[in-house]
């Protein structure tokens, strides 16, 4: 069962912006408030990194990478988090994955989804 869905990827130029949406169809609202989430990445050849987090309390912390580019956001009514990503570079071509740790459940991971910047 597909927990966490993924969206907004796609091809753009170096200097442009997109922002990807992550939703969570199955949890019930109280579970995905409760939850921690975050964006990570796996660039080619490379280990999967952290590109952004958001507690159930809010907090964020970013990469240093994208620190002043990108914003991570949610909206626990719709079960939603998103990652604004401003100024892209090539760099930061890369599948990325949404992710979620549930409270008393464990971590969840999206399916992942392509993200390329061409210079």
């Known amino acids: 069962q597909v927990q966490l869905v993924e969206s907004g990827g796609g091809s753009v130029q170096a200097g442009g912006s997109l922002r990807l949406s992550c939703k969570a169809p199955?949890?019930?609202?109280?579970?995905?408030?409760?939850?921690?989430m975050a964006w990570y990445r796996q660039p080619p050849g490379k280990e999967r990194e952290l590109v952004a987090s958001i507690n159930s309390g809010r907090s964020t912390n970013y990469a240093d990478s994208v620190k002043g580019r990108f914003t991570i956001s949610r909206d626990n009514g719709k079960k939603m988090v998103y990652l604004q990503m401003n100024n892209l570079n090539p760099e930061d071509t890369a599948v990325y994955y949404c992710?979620?740790?549930?409270?008393?459940?464990?971590?969840?991971w999206g399916q992942g989804i392509q993200v390329t910047v061409s210079s």
């Open positions: 992710y979620q740790n549930r409270p008393n459940d464990g971590i969840y």
């Open positions: 199955r949890n019930i609202l109280s579970t995905f408030s409760g939850s921690d």
